[in-house]
């Protein structure tokens, strides 16, 4: 908190957000779309009954929010951490007035530029620079403000040949380019940034962070929300951790990562539900996976490049040693579909286990994922014998974006989940 002599310019009191499981919002969509969706209003209705009756007995509202309580002081750079899903998000979009709290009550002091979603705030027919005008124009600048303001926009977003064509046809890149310009140089009061400059390259994430230090400095108040927690540290004044909805920790950057990482270490090794889907014998079974770096630090993600340590818990059934234990891993996409495989038997190593419990690690340097979400699979052979195969995996690996090349480009995610480090040729 700041002292009572600093002026507060965020404050929320008992803030709540509730929603209802399984309503969607409304979202932008073209003429076409607007007539499937009329046609198959029927076929939907009948499924939605069905679930109705189905579903009647469970929980039908999710407290994403619930009783937060916050006083950010002018100049403050606050940062905003905690797991995917803890409702992060959720305070920076009531924050911005795009959705309503269900509870509680929010008063700012100042304008308020955001950058929180693709396209948030972005009129998709309108061209890039009818879409500068417009946000300027909002936050309540008048047109000489925004104009001087307009060449230095264009040229931090990169944009100046599409500037004249709609954003729909923009990739998410330039979406995000645009948006972050607009954001930060139209000099709203307060600035509120959530992890989508992660859809950036590396080089644009620099010139952001750089951008962000440099409202601060200016004696802006940023909120912004990472799971770059170096970033936080360095940018930020002060630091919340927010779990399940509530704020659990308040204080110094350094103190509440810390906090953050502790709260983790139980949770960053996934046990593996006995009764998952899984065939073998259930001689030697998976209890567990986890991820370290190289130092032995369990983290709950890892970056593009990075050298990481694999960790599969194992319980051996019965009291025989068991020899020639060949550890198979496989990564999939989240829709499943796979990427590539390593046994340890095609590197010459094979195990022999006489321990009751215990953990197999695999060393993968140079980590060549980009950055995403995979489904890690696992498969213990004995000899010829399957031992354990759970169908559904061992466990999630996080990936975010890294410097995989060395030279500041981390790939194509989302397009194109594997990364080759291959080498060009001169020309002859």
């Known amino acids: 908190m700041g002292s009572a002599r600093e002026e507060v310019v965020i404050r929320a009191e008992g803030l709540g957000k509730r929603y209802q499981i399984g309503r969607s919002t409304a979202a932008y969509g073209t003429l076409r779309d607007t007539i499937a969706d009329l046609a198959a209003a029927p076929i939907r209705a009948l499924g939605r009954l069905r679930k109705a009756r189905a579903s009647s007995r469970q929980p039908r509202t999710i407290w994403a929010l619930n009783d937060i309580n916050l006083e950010?002081?002018?100049?403050?750079?606050?940062g905003v951490i905690g797991r995917n899903g803890a409702g992060k998000t959720t305070l920076l979009k009531i924050l911005s007035r795009i959705t309503e709290p269900s509870a509680g009550r929010v008063e700012l002091r100042g304008r308020v530029g955001s950058l929180l979603e693709v396209g948030t705030g972005f009129h998709p027919e309108l061209t890039g620079r009818e879409n500068i005008l417009l946000n300027g124009a909002i936050l309540g600048m008048r047109r000489s403000e925004i104009l001087r303001k307009f060449d230095e926009i264009v040229s931090f977003a990169e944009i100046g040949q599409f500037l004249d064509t709609p954003v729909k046809r923009y990739s998410s890149g330039m979406y995000v380019r645009l948006a972050f310009a607009v954001a930060a140089h139209l000099e709203p009061e307060i600035l509120l940034i959530d992890e989508v400059l992660a859809v950036g390259d590396l080089a644009f994430q620099r010139r952001c962070l750089g951008k962000v230090g440099e409202a601060a400095r200016g004696g802006r108040t940023v909120l912004f929300v990472s799971h770059?927690?170096?970033?936080?540290?360095?940018?930020?004044?002060?630091?919340?951790?927010?779990?399940?909805?509530?704020?659990?920790?308040?204080?110094?950057?350094?103190?509440?990562?810390?906090?953050?990482v502790r709260s983790q270490e139980q949770q960053l090794k996934t046990g593996i539900d006995e009764t998952a889907r899984r065939s073998g014998s259930g001689r030697l079974v998976f209890t567990s996976f986890g991820v370290e770096t190289i130092q032995g630090t369990a983290v709950p993600l890892v970056r593009s490049g990075e050298d990481v340590v694999l960790v599969f818990g194992y319980r051996k059934n019965g009291s025989a040693k068991v020899n020639n234990v060949d550890l198979g891993i496989a990564f999939y996409t989240e829709h499943g579909h796979p990427l590539t495989v390593l046994c340890s038997s095609y590197t010459g190593k094979t195990y022999s286990v006489d321990s009751t419990t215990g953990e197999f690690r695999c060393v993968i340097e140079n980590l060549p994922l980009a950055a995403g979400r995979y489904v890690v699979g696992g498969r213990l052979l004995i000899g010829t014998e399957e031992a354990d195969w759970p169908t559904d995996g061992v466990g999630l690996l996080e990936v975010e974006r890294g410097d995989f090349f060395g030279t500041g480009h981390s790939g194509f995610d989302g397009h194109a989940p594997l990364l080759l480090d291959g080498h060009f040729l001169d020309l002859p």
């Open 72 to 78: 950010v002081c002018q100049g403050e750079v606050l």
């Open 228 to 260: 770059n927690m170096a970033a936080v540290e360095n940018l930020c004044t002060r630091c919340v951790l927010i779990n399940g909805g509530q704020i659990v920790c308040d204080g110094s950057p350094t103190e509440v990562i810390s906090a953050y």
